[in-house]
């Protein structure tokens, strides 16, 4: 269901994460795919499997989840003025164009959320 305009980002985006972190299997992750999994806790605090790293196409951009905390910080958060003209929440990093993000600084990223998975630290 994504355009053909982010298309090609996707999939460019799914075959870089892939190559990073390959030890994170793939699936599909409601509305995004997910790669890897840790165990969370949902808004009622049950236990719930989530993704270590998700790619979602939203309508103005592409969104790389990474839950993942490093020493207390978010790390997508605390790597932002690294990853390029991208626009980065605590977990969230949104891509309007692929020449935009800092692959280098995106798969430090991704390997680090790999080492360490899960936003309860």
């Known amino acids: 269901a994504v355009p053909?305009?982010?298309?090609?980002?996707v999939l460019a985006l799914h075959n870089f994460i892939q190559m990073a972190v390959p030890k994170l299997?793939?699936?599909?992750?409601?509305?995004?795919?997910?790669?890897?999994?840790?165990v969370g806790r949902n808004y009622k605090h049950e236990a719930i499997k989530w993704p270590v790293i998700a790619l979602a196409y939203r309508a103005q951009y592409v969104s790389v989840?990474?839950?993942?905390?490093e020493r207390g910080e978010y790390v997508a958060e605390k790597y932002k003025d690294e990853l390029g003209k991208v626009k980065v929440g605590k977990s969230c990093i949104n891509i309007k164009k692929l020449e935009d993000v800092n692959l280098p600084a995106l798969e430090r990223v991704l390997k680090l959320a790999a080492k360490n998975p899960g936003l309860i630290k």
């Open 65 to 69: 989840y990474v839950c993942s905390i």
């Open 25 to 38: 299997k793939p699936y599909f992750a409601t509305n995004m795919i997910g790669y890897g999994t840790f």
């Open 4 to 9: 053909a305009e982010k298309k090609e980002m």
